[in-house]
């Protein structure tokens, strides 16, 4: 069964990704990472473009990195379209001036961590891209909280225009499965997902393991950039930490 992230995606045409979510979600991210004008951002987990796209509307000089080519090609064809320039790969830059901040947004971090141990490597890589004290934002789902609301069949649309989506949780591995069968023009296609959830402390002993420092959690982009603390009953949680302030200047 094809990857979520393939050829033909729903996500690609996500129909809750609105263009008015994405600038509210932006307005968040500069003030949680306090960017100053002009900043270098690195968006881990890009997907189609949607962030990097609106900072650099809004005059960032950003990196998009995605492991799935399908959409950094998406990325790169939006951004095209919206007349700004981003740079974009599969892979993390391992070199070059530091960044200003960095984003890993939508559970993108749930879904690196096949072997038990990508996430703090992960997580040690983008600390070394940022200059001393810059900030990484990351937004995931809340696992309690989501467990227990979880959703096992859900159908959006209706008739020969639908997606149709099954949900399972592991509690072994702590990972959730959706698989989405596609219905549009006469075809059928299916894709899967799997991603791991977290605890609060779990998201924060990551962050403090790979040696990111004054972590704070919150209830959303929204909840964090206003001050807000995470509770039990919040669905998402977003995190946000200082890379360590003895890191050298470079990468």
Known sequence: MPNF???HSPFLQHRLLTSERTESEVDHVE?????????????????????????????????????????????????????VTIEL???LPTDGPPFDGALCLFTTLGQVDDDGDDNRQILRHIGHLLGPGASLVIEVPQRAITVNNLATAETIGAGGDRTEITRSFDPASCRIEER???????HER???????????????TLL????????????GLDGLAHGAELTAEDPTMVAVARSPSHQNSGA
């Open 5 to 7: 992230f393939t050829a």
């Open 31 to 83: 003030v949680i990472l306090d960017l100053p004008p002009g900043a270098r951002v690195l968006d881990v987990g890009c997907g189609f473009g949607r962030h990097c796209i609106e900072l650099a509307r809004r005059g960032y000089n950003v990196t998009g990195v995605d492991v799935a080519p399908t959409m950094i090609d998406a990325a790169a064809q939006r951004a095209s379209h919206a007349d």
């Open 89 to 91: 790969s599969t892979e």
């Open 180 to 186: 989405f069968v596609v219905v549009g023009n006469g």
């Open 190 to 204: 299916h894709f899967d997902l799997e991603y791991r959830l977290f605890s609060a402390d779990e998201l924060t």
């Open 208 to 219: 403090t393991d790979g040696g990111w420092e004054d972590v704070r959690l919150g209830p």
